[in-house]
């Protein structure tokens, strides 16, 4: 069986030609590939040197199909894509004719006229994948209308969470993000993990305000304990860095920028951090950060947005709510004054949470729920 994916993900050509992506979406196509004959990727090639969470697809049965990158603010960029329709469906329609089944990745530009398109004109057999906040409230309008496309339409679509009136076509699927191998090794960390200050904590993530950056600095630039702080991890990168470093510098905390880093690098500090803070108010499906930091007894400080608290509760982590650095700066509190014993079975709980994460699951149900 022969697969398309049609994606926005990120790909740049390294200087020896070899083509890179995306860290997460890469790693998925790349365990996927056991399961097919040829998958084809039809995504964005960008211009310049690619990030450090890039990587390159390491099945030889991926074929990247380039698509002159597209979108953005202002209505000149979107004029740009509405000028680029016919050259995207084209390549697609060519795509489809050599493979048995898709796979179209939501929410994105390219879905506000691809899912018609597909929907319309095409019986092939596929999917969509939302990754997405599925039940959020005041969506923007791309986003709403991709959402009402796809809940009025007969194929499957795998989504974040388990929501009330679900449809039966919309099926919870949890993002895989982990190996049995990291699974086994994250239980023995997590088993000599120690849970006493001063504490380490870690946030990764794009570094804006949505994401919770700046409600983190303002809750640590009010705590008393700062002596229960031994470092606070930032991963990732934005227009704000500068300013947000700035700011830690200015309230004395023992902040360190990272920028972006490799996925071993990432996981290397899950395994020293005690903690992983991601109190976000964006629009989130569940972010595949929290799976890998509890799969390393990272306990998580989280806020309640999409399905984040379908999976975590005060059993094993902690559910910032109001999300509010007034809020935040009470569980620091809260959390720098627990009992060792109270964290440790809070991170062995944690662990077992991420069980459902794991690649092999994902390849699993996607052939006996979608495939079959």
Not at 151 to 158: D, E, I, P
Not at 233 to 247: A, M, N, P, R, V
Not at 342 to 370: G, M, P, Q
């Amino acid at each position: 069986m022969k697969l398309a994916i049609i994606s926005h993900t990120e790909h740049y050509k390294q200087p020896d030609g070899t083509i890179v992506g995306w860290g997460p979406t890469i790693s998925e196509l790349n365990h996927l590939a056991q399961d097919f004959e040829e998958i084809y990727h039809i995504a964005f090639l960008h211009p310049g040197p690619p990030p450090p969470s890039s990587l390159p697809y390491t099945a030889s049965n991926i074929k990247f199909v380039p698509l002159k990158p597209v979108g953005g603010k202002g209505i000149g960029a979107k004029l740009k894509v509405v000028l680029n329709i016919p050259k995207i469906i084209s390549t697609v329609k060519k795509t489809l004719k050599q493979v048995d089944v898709f796979q179209l990745r939501t929410p994105t530009g390219m879905g506000v006229f691809l899912i018609p398109y597909l929907t319309l004109f095409s019986n092939k057999k596929g999917w969509y994948k939302y990754a997405g906040n599925w039940n959020q409230e005041n969506p923007p309008l791309g986003y709403a209308l991709q959402r009402w496309m796809l809940k009025n339409q007969k194929r499957k679509v795998t989504i974040n969470g388990n929501w009330p009136k679900q449809t039966k076509h919309c099926l919870t699927f949890e993002n895989p993000c982990l190996t049995e191998k990291e699974r086994e090794e994250g239980l023995q960390i997590t088993h000599k993990k120690i849970f006493e200050p001063p504490f380490t904590f870690c946030f990764v993530g794009r570094l804006e305000d949505a994401k919770g950056v700046q409600r983190i600095i303002d809750a640590f630039g009010t705590l008393d304990s700062l002596g229960s702080i031994k470092t606070i991890h930032f991963i990732g990168d934005g227009e704000k860095k500068e300013f947000y470093q700035q700011q830690c510098e200015n309230l004395k905390l023992p902040a360190v920028f990272h920028g972006f880093l490799e996925r071993p690098q990432v996981f290397e500090i899950y395994k020293s951090s005690q903690f992983l803070m991601l109190p976000s108010t964006a629009s989130e499906g569940f972010p595949k950060v929290i799976a890998e930091a509890l799969n390393f007894g990272c306990l998580p400080i989280v806020s309640a947005v999409s399905s984040i608290a379908q999976y975590i509760n005060m059993k094993n982590g902690f559910i910032v709510n109001p999300c509010t650095a007034e809020e935040l700066n009470r569980i620091l509190k809260m959390v720098i004054a627990l009992d060792t014993e109270i964290l440790k079975i809070k991170a062995i709980a944690s662990h077992k949470v991420a069980k459902d994460f794991t690649f092999e699951n994902y390849r699993h149900r996607i052939k006996s729920e979608i495939l079959k």
